[in-house]
């Protein structure tokens, strides 16, 4: 009897170790399941937030593409204006050309009929040299003439005259004109001739190299080739009443 009763009480120990055992495993689980049912809470509530998150991304996101697409539509429509500003710029240059254009032809031309009738009153040196001689020296040489002179005379002792069309003097140099309502190679000989009697005639500028300047209402190419070939500058009626008609590298001769 008392080994019966011995392993009945090692039983009983066993089986309440056993049921301690299995109460504490038991406790364990249920706190593994109620953290793994917060986890889930958590994670379900995160993921909830995270849905309201992305169909508010989405929401802003359709939002930008509106956006957008009315950018686009106004982009467009701003080349479309521009497109068509420039088709008007365009069309306004092409008018504001053609009417420089026809201003200069005019212009021109009322310069040639001015030189046609002083050419006929006899005041062509007057009317048309002598206003433009003073911004021919500025342009060309760069200086202010100090003498203006036109119908220059001078009668020597011995009888013998002459006259100079037109005269400019500066500090360095002196511009001498000849004018002519048609201008041709002969004219040119009789104007080198003449420089050759100007320091005979006019001693007190003796001192300055004369350049010699030839004026006409219009000029013949191969008489201008001939009158550059021997120095000289050439004038002719153009949109600043008279106008050098020499090459823009063209040099004229100094006569010392």
Do not use: C
Not at 16 to 34: H, M, P, R
Not at 187 to 209: M, N, T
Not at 226 to 231: D, L, S
Request: a negative charge.
């Amino acid at each position: 009897m008392a080994v019966v009763a011995e392993r009945v009480d090692r039983l009983e120990a066993a089986l309440a170790d056993f049921t301690t055992s299995v109460g504490i495993e038991f406790n364990k689980l249920y706190n593994v399941q109620i953290q793994t049912q917060k986890g889930l809470q958590r994670l379900q509530d995160e993921m909830r937030e995270f849905k309201d998150e992305m169909r508010e991304f989405k929401d802003e996101m359709q939002t930008f593409k509106d956006e957008m697409h009315a950018f686009k539509d106004e982009m467009h429509a701003f080349k479309d204006e521009m497109a068509e500003f420039k088709d008007e710029m365009a069309e306004f240059k092409d008018e504001v050309r053609a009417d420089q254009e026809a201003s200069r032809r005019e212009r021109i031309e009322m310069n040639r009929k001015w030189g046609d009738l002083a050419n006929k009153l006899g005041t062509m040196v007057e009317d048309l040299v002598y206003p433009s001689l003073a911004r021919i020296v500025k342009e060309r040489f760069g200086q202010e003439p100090r003498d203006l002179v036109v119908r220059f005379k001078r009668r020597l002792p011995d009888g013998r005259r002459e006259e100079i069309d037109a005269l400019a003097v500066t500090d360095d140099l002196i511009l001498l004109n000849s004018t002519k309502a048609t201008l041709r190679s002969a004219d040119v000989e009789s104007f080198i001739e003449q420089i050759g009697r100007f320091r005979e005639f006019f001693p007190e500028y003796a001192a300055l190299p004369v350049i010699g300047l030839l004026a006409t209402l219009s000029v013949d190419d191969s008489v201008l080739r001939y009158a550059e070939r021997n120095g000289f500058l050439v004038a002719a009626v153009g949109e600043e009443v008279m106008e050098l008609k020499n090459g823009a590298n063209f040099e004229p001769q100094r006569w010392a």
